[in-house]
């Protein structure tokens, strides 16, 4: 009894350790020093002032509503680039293909995002890629700009998150009963029908744990706001970035930290419950 | 009566192999019909090609006299009742039931009686709201079926849809799957492996072998007069023996057992008897009856369905005998000797 007790806690150790050090601690500590404030004087006091300015200054809590809005619409525009993807590979391509095409969907992840972000910038720059093509088509005179724009920039997240979302949907759908489909057409249903009716809702855990996923990833991505967005792209991210290492004012920093992770949170949770899934079916 | 279903050479071939073989058939209206045979036999592929998720290679399928070339199964007047049911598990028992309705331009308040009337007449009102996964074994097949029936289909199609059940739950769900077609009158066509089910519910049953049907009769003549020597000894229970000589009106057994057959036109290779063709203790009066000494090897008791397993003492072919559960034979036991007779016309003989 007493063996099983030490290797009991020499696995817990790690675990505990981990999740105390790496996960609990910092984050209590930036909690912490979101509320600490120079004052006048010089002096450092437990204040609001760091939350306080964030709805004080429109430019902070407009970029993080444009951060939002943006993040939330490549989510759902993941989706919908994915599903068919997705359904395609679980249901129509046979099995030994399938693992074949989504080893093929995991390279840019292999590749890693920078990589990945330098590769747009080739095919999105003005003389570029896709432009040059054109032009020399004949279609367009002058490049239509394309890179450091918004459009780029969603290209770049959409680009690094999708697998994300494709993975958890996969699973989902891999779990859907043929038959199911088949007694839905029989019983005269179309194919739009059968989609929303019933491979949708079979698939809505896979789909929301792979929204969150997404969501989160795009909400906290630093690099393809900054390469593709340009000095427009407004990324709250961005702002979090400057307080930490331009303007070096942590406390402030901190407490963007936290409102950004309340504030995706609340969204995650409004979304969950408003398509009615519950946490644990989506987190398992 | 009209020809609800008419298939005409059918064939179904996929890479390597024919899983449908030129079957000809027509189904009428208003008729229980099913189709019995092993896995594999291809049965399923045919009731898929008749719902229209197969496309046929060859032949054509008619329902109520118009071809069914290229109408995909949406727009089929046919339904199905699949294998494991493939009820909808995301919604209840009423929006199952009135899934296809909904798929039609129909008004809500006629939907709504629609599927009361249904789920009435298949016992389940009151189950409304309850989610399948819910449900008995029973009750979710009753679902399966009201889901096609309120279609008003001119064939429901059922493929082993008790298969699933246990013993006693499908011993009650034949019954009911009966009545329930004899009321609403629906062509059902049932697709099965069990030659019980076939046997109890179908007014025609096709016996499925290798792509091919070997025969089309009622229940009884099918177990009376098996046309061939598969559906002798897939229908019903049969003592099988390899015959190696029929000269001037006696077959011999491979081992040795001497039967008389007379007027055979042909040489036959195979016989069948079935356990309850043996007479036990015949009386010598009888005419046409070839007497026989058997020893008892075991008896084999299940009640109403109790035999006895004999070695002819004559040839050590070993046989199945049904022992009848009365008085007359309650001191039976290993080791006696007895007295069998077999009637001529009892001796199922076939070329092949």
């Known amino acids: ?284 | 009566m009209d020809h609800i279903l008419e298939v005409k050479d059918l064939s179904k071939y996929f890479v390597g192999f024919t899983a449908v073989q030129s079957i000809d058939f027509f189904v009428e209206e208003g008729g229980f019909f099913s189709i019995l045979g092993p896995s594999g036999c291809g049965k399923t592929t045919l009731l898929r090609m008749i719902s229209g998720f197969e496309e046929e290679s060859e032949g054509d399928i008619i329902i109520r006299g118009e071809s069914m070339k290229g109408i995909p199964p949406e727009k089929r007047p046919v339904n199905i009742v699949f294998q494991n049911l493939a009820l909808f598990p995301m919604m209840n028992v009423e929006e199952n039931v009135a899934f296809g309705l909904k798929r039609q331009k129909i008004s809500k308040t006629e939907i709504v009686t629609r599927v009361k009337e249904m789920l009435d007449r298949v016992g389940l009102n009151g189950f409304e709201k309850k989610n399948v996964t819910e449900l008995s074994g029973g009750q979710r097949q009753r679902v399966a079926i009201a889901r096609s029936l309120v279609l008003k289909p001119s064939i429901l199609l059922l493929d082993e849809p008790l298969g699933a059940l246990d013993r006693k739950l499908r011993e009650h769900m034949k019954i009911e799957l009966k009545l329930l077609q004899k009321e609403i009158g629906t062509t059902f066509i049932y697709i099965t492996h069990d030659q019980s089910e076939a046997l109890v519910m179908s007014d025609k049953v096709a016996v499925m072998n290798k792509g091919r049907f070997e025969q089309i009769d009622t229940p009884k003549n099918l177990y009376k007069n098996p046309k061939t020597s598969f559906v002798a000894g897939f229908v019903g229970e049969s003592n099988p023996f390899e015959i190696t000589s029929y000269e001037n009106g006696v077959l011999t057994t491979s081992h040795g057992w001497k039967l008389t057959k007379p007027n055979l036109d042909y040489t036959p290779l195979k016989l069948f008897i079935r356990p309850e063709a043996f007479i036990l203790n015949p009386t010598e009066d009888l005419e046409g009856i070839d007497v026989v000494e058997m020893k008892v090897k075991t008896i084999l008791f299940d009640g109403a369905n109790t035999k006895i397993s004999a070695i002819i003492t004559q040839s050590n072919d070993e046989v199945l005998i049904s022992l009848p559960q009365n008085a007359q034979f309650e001191d039976l036991k290993e080791g006696d000797m007895v007295k069998v007779g077999i009637h001529q016309d009892d001796l199922k003989c076939y070329k092949d």
């Open chain 1, 1 to 284: 009894m007493k063996k099983r007790n030490l290797t009991f806690y020499l696995f817990i150790i790690p675990v505990l350790l981990w999740l105390m050090l790496l996960i609990v601690f910092p984050h209590v500590d930036l909690f912490l020093s979101s509320f600490q404030f120079e004052n006048d004087d010089g002096v450092t006091v437990l204040s609001f002032n760091n939350y306080l300015s964030f709805f004080e200054d429109s430019i902070y809590w407009l970029t993080f509503l444009r951060t939002a809005l943006y993040s939330i619409s490549i989510t759902v525009l993941a989706f919908v680039v994915t599903f068919p993807v997705a359904f395609y590979l679980t249901k129509v391509v046979s099995r030994k293909y399938s693992s074949f095409f989504v080893l093929l969907l995991l390279i840019p992840i292999w590749v890693g995002e920078l990589v990945t972000i330098y590769g747009w910038m080739i095919l999105l720059s003005d003389y570029g890629v896709i432009n040059s093509f054109l032009i020399y088509l004949g279609i367009i005179d002058t490049p239509i700009v394309m890179l450091y724009t918004d459009f780029s920039m969603i290209i770049g997240l959409l680009y690094m998150s999708m697998l994300f979302m494709i993975i958890p949907v996969m699973s989902a759908l891999d779990s859907l009963d043929d038959s199911l489909i088949e007694a839905a057409s029989d019983l005269g249903a179309s194919k739009w029908t059968i989609a929303t009716k019933i491979v949708v809702p079979h698939a809505m855990p896979g789909i929301a744990s792979g929204g969150i996923m997404v969501f989160m990833l795009i909400i906290g991505d630093y690099v393809a706001p900054n390469i593709l967005g340009g000095k427009s792209s407004l990324w709250f991210t961005e702002q979090i970035y400057n307080f930490f290492l331009t303007t070096i004012n942590w406390s402030q920093g901190a407490a963007f930290g936290f409102l950004l992770l309340m504030l995706s949170s609340a969204i995650i949770w409004g979304v969950l419950k408003l398509t009615g899934q519950k946490l644990e079916r989506v987190g398992s």
